[in-house]
């Protein structure tokens, strides 16, 4: 990277450190009264406040948001999201982003975040990886949220950023063997050009850059194996990535 764009990208990520800090000041107060909203409705809430906030904090920044493929998403079912997973800019898309209203599984840790961390555990399951029982707890959360509370369950199945500079890394099982105990259908999601916008290996840094959310026709859960479900999923999330990255 050259030497200037280091330094324009280390003054632009001060920027928009400061225009987060500044709209999440005012959404938080909102987006705390759908706590006391009955769900799903409270979740629909919170969604519609954060694509507001979002997408004016993204055009402050310069990362405008397109997202195409919503044909594909039929409002009268819940799904399985799957997305894949490059940087950290992808945490705050998904949910508002998303046709469909949703919760996302999302580590615990990012909780603990003064503020911030409120709004992330309200539209979110939260889960500690290294616990066996909190994985286990967040696994029957997921189920609620699809077969209670009626919402789409996002999840990431790479688990991590992916960092190799493939299309996507290996999936985890969670995200299948979800559909297929709830008998669900999946809706993959490919998010592009977050890693430019926000490179997962450099610090500090934010460049503006024309974001953009697909989603894939919906994959069914009904007669398949686990691994083939995942294979069907990652294969067509895989090649759309490589025709449009």
């Known amino acids: 990277m050259p030497f200037y764009k280091k330094i324009l990208g280390r003054l632009w990520a001060i920027w928009g450190l400061v225009l987060f800090a500044t709209t999440l000041l005012i959404f938080v107060w909102p987006i705390t009264f759908t706590f ?10 919170f969604k519609a406040l954060s694509k507001w906030w979002m997408t ?35 945490v705050p898309l998904l949910t508002p982003f998303f046709p469909g209203p949703n919760k996302t599984i999302a580590k615990r840790s990012m ?14 399951v939260l889960v500690d990886r290294g616990s066996d029982a909190s994985r286990k707890r967040s ?3 997921m189920k609620r949220v699809l077969l209670k509370e009626q919402l789409n369950m996002a999840v990431y199945p790479e ?39 926000l490179p997962p290996a450099v610090p500090f840094f934010l460049w503006p850059t024309a974001l953009e959310m697909h989603l894939l026709p919906a994959i069914s859960s ?17 090649d759309y990535i490589e025709r449009n990255r």
């Open 222 to 238: 009904d007669g398949k194996t686990l691994g083939q479900l995942k294979e069907e999923v990652r294969s067509a999330m895989w």
């Open 111 to 124: 909780a603990r975040i003064p503020l911030f961390g409120w709004i992330y555990a309200r539209g979110s």
């Open 56 to 90: 004016f904090f993204l055009y402050g920044i310069g990362c405008p948001m397109r997202v195409t493929g919503r044909e594909h998403y039929d409002a009268s079912k819940r799904y399985v999201v799957t997305a894949n997973h490059q940087s950290l800019m992808d």
């Open 159 to 197: 688990g991590t950023r992916n960092r190799t500079g493939q299309p996507l890394k290996a999936f985890y099982d969670g995200a299948f063997r979800l559909a297929m105990d709830c008998r669900k259908d999946i809706i993959p999601v490919v998010i592009l050009h977050t890693e430019k916008a």
């Open 139 to 141: 696994y029957d959360a």
């Open 36 to 45: 006391l909203i009955k769900e799903p409705y409270g979740v629909r809430t």
